[in-house]
């Protein structure tokens, strides 16, 4: 078996994605996907990519991963680590097909056969359907509105005070643990220097109705993108005790793991990070600093499945669970499942049911099935899945191709 062909697919409607198909000579194809920066992710694919695996055997999947590896410093989430994440995936959901196996069996086997869920309460346009612009308000992403469904759970937390009614719909699902972000709206104002006494009350409302609601059967994760200096973020953290969050995200800027360290010293509530990080050795920093409770990786930008991995093994030494992000693609949240099903110390996986229940069908042939609170990946081989039979023939599809 050697490569062939290698693809990426730009999506006018979908602009935050990039998807990479690897073909070979027997006839499969291998599909990857990242998010952001589409465009300078393809230009890597193509000029570094490319040169290097046609001709090759795409199932030594490690040897192909250092060898793309030894070219950037994986230390951050640039376009190169996006590029290799893609391609990383693709190569696992090759080696998948060509034995007959899902990706799950290939990495050792599931420990579970499903993992528990939970939902980030995003809408249908959330991040995806368009790019704010640099300088924008952080609520120039959101897409709260541009599109219609059941599950536009973002308006209901953030501006119709329906917190309380979203929990329990999500109850009646099955689904037992949700994710919101209050306080962003109270950034812009100082750019995350100070948050005021009425802004923590303000942002506390959607939290207090959830527990009105539904007490403590609903767990609540508490998303804050990085958003805050330290002094601010203890202000809110201080403000949240009352709530007892399930954990608190990315809360601040993950460049300096001492000031995240003396965050964690003074909340029992676990600091979750980060899906901004890229590396074993930017989440080593990390744990040595006992600076995070839980681990947060994303498959297509941490380095792939095959250095989520090894992220896993790493946070599994220091006996921290991990949780796979995926607010992205459809891609990346089946690599997702296929991770947790075979990780021992896998703790959740994310969703956003406007995603899975909408626009991600519009994308794959099978997705992940997500039933009662938990999903399960696709039992087929590789992932199980791939891009619908009519994508490439949409409009507003650009392919850029690379050949043997």
């Avoid at 046609?54 to 999947?61: E, M, N």
């Avoid at 948050?195 to 207090?208: C, D, M, V």
């Avoid at 990085?226 to 990315?250: G, Q």
Wanted: glycine share 10%.
């Amino acid at each position: 078996m050697k490569v062939t062909q290698i693809d990426t697919i730009e999506s006018a409607t979908y602009p935050n994605l990039l998807w990479v198909q690897i073909h070979t000579d027997d006839g499969l194809i291998g599909l990857g996907e990242t998010f952001f920066g589409p465009s300078p992710v393809a230009a890597y694919v193509h000029q570094t990519v490319a040169p290097y695996l046609l001709g090759q055997d795409p199932r030594p999947v490690e040897k192909h991963w250092r060898t793309l590896g030894a070219g950037t410093t994986h230390r951050s989430m640039g376009a190169e680590t996006r590029g290799l994440s893609a391609v990383d995936i693709a190569l696992w959901d090759l080696y998948g097909q060509s034995v007959g196996l899902p990706i799950y069996q290939c990495l050792g086997g599931p420990v579970r056969d499903r993992i528990r869920l939970y939902n980030t309460c995003a809408g249908y346009g959330y991040n995806i359907y368009k790019s704010a612009k640099p300088g924008a308000g952080f609520a120039a992403s959101w897409g709260m509105g541009e599109h219609q469904g059941p599950y536009e759970d973002l308006i209901k937390w953030q501006r119709e005070d329906r917190a309380g009614e979203l929990a329990r719909e999500l109850l009646e699902m099955g689904i037992t643990a949700m994710k919101i972000w209050p306080f962003d709206q109270f950034a812009d104002e100082t750019g995350g220097q100070h948050i005021t006494p009425s802004q923590i009350e303000q942002g506390l409302k959607p939290f207090r109705q959830i527990r009105e609601a539904v007490g403590r059967q609903m767990e609540i994760a508490v998303e804050l993108h990085s958003r805050w200096n330290l002094p601010a973020v203890l202000r809110i953290v201080e403000a949240l005790e009352e709530i007892t969050p399930m954990w608190y995200e990315d809360p601040i800027r993950m460049d300096n793991p001492d000031a995240l360290a003396e965050l964690a010293s003074k909340t029992r509530v676990p600091i979750t990070a980060s899906e901004t990080l890229a590396s074993r050795y930017a989440f080593r920093q990390l744990l040595e600093k006992r600076a995070v409770g839980i681990v947060m990786l994303d498959p297509g930008w941490v380095g792939g499945i095959s250095e989520a991995r090894r992220v896993a093994a790493l946070a599994e030494a220091y006996h921290r669970p991990v949780a796979p992000h995926d607010c992205t693609g459809p891609v990346v949240y089946a690599a997702g499942t296929h991770l947790c099903l075979a990780t021992p110390n896998a703790m959740i996986q994310e969703g956003v049911r406007a995603y899975y229940h909408g626009w991600y069908q519009d994308v794959l042939t099978e997705l992940p099935r997500a039933e009662k609170g938990y999903v399960t990946a696709p039992s087929g081989p590789g992932l199980g899945t791939r891009l619908q039979p009519d994508f490439l023939q949409r409009d507003g599809i650009s392919v850029r191709t690379s050949k043997l």
